[in-house]
């Protein structure tokens, strides 16, 4: 028996974890203020962004130890194999944490680097999901999910970069938020900066571009419910018209590092 174990990060709700059955989902821990969290389903964050806009520091920490060692020893006990799969390791130290608790724990444990973050890793916790439920060996779906992560992509903007700066995440001078001018970025392991963008349409047209025609799954994620993304769906339904765009609202961990108004698309390419 295959369970797969990911980060908050992934964005399921709730019942999405309980439908997928095998799926067990660790907190990753964030601080508002005085305050410390740990992020839960997508359903069960209550209203963290009014705490945001008015309370600092907000920060954001790897998943406890124990998290790890109590979710991997009562998998182990029930006689699962384990494929863990986390938040790229460029942006977290929950891949590091994983492992030594992996290794602290014993058994079959298998630790993967996602290389990618929310929904990117649902993206690719969704592939691993389906595989094991197919009845695919942990061994095949381990090398199927070196060659997936080559696949997912993530391009996104935010409306100001001082949240994504203050948490260490980038450090690139070109990238300008003024009155007219909105950053660009693809994720990919690490985030890099693609270019700035002249008002909204540019924005738009600008990710629309960066992704694939041979894309078969799309999100699009915001940071907000309030935050306008229906010209960029529409767009993407215009270049991907058989592709559902699947739609997503971030957690607290991700809004943290982008900040209100944020949003982006995650993609993943045909075989």
Sequence with gaps: MIAIVTDSTVGYSTEEVATRGIVTVVPVN?????????????????SFLPLMERQSPCKTAQPSLGNFLRVFS?????????????????????????????DQVGGSIHVV???????????????AVNMAKGGFSAEVILRNLEG????????FTVESLDRIVYGGRLNDPKAKTTLNLRPVFELKGKIRFLGNARGARER???????????????????????????????????????????QRVMGPVLSIHTGIGAFGVAYVVKE
């Design 30 to 46: 964030y601080q508002i203020g005085r305050t410390l969290y740990e992020e839960y389903a997508s359903d069960r964050n209550g």
């Design 113 to 127: 680097d996602s290389s990618t973050i929310g929904p990117g890793l649902h993206l690719l916790v969704d592939e």
């Design 204 to 246: 738009i047209e600008q990710m629309s571009a960066c992704i694939p025609q041979s894309a078969r799954r799309i999100i699009v994620s915001r940071c907000g419910a309030d935050t306008d993304v229906a010209e960029l769906t529409q767009a993407l339904k215009s270049c991907h018209p058989t592709v559902y765009i699947h």
């Design 74 to 102: 009562g998998l182990v006990e029930r006689g699962y194999e384990v494929i863990c799969i986390v938040l790229s390791s460029a942006l977290s130290g929950t891949y590091s944490s994983a492992c030594f608790a992996a």
């Design 148 to 155: 997936l992560k080559k696949k997912i992509g993530i391009v």
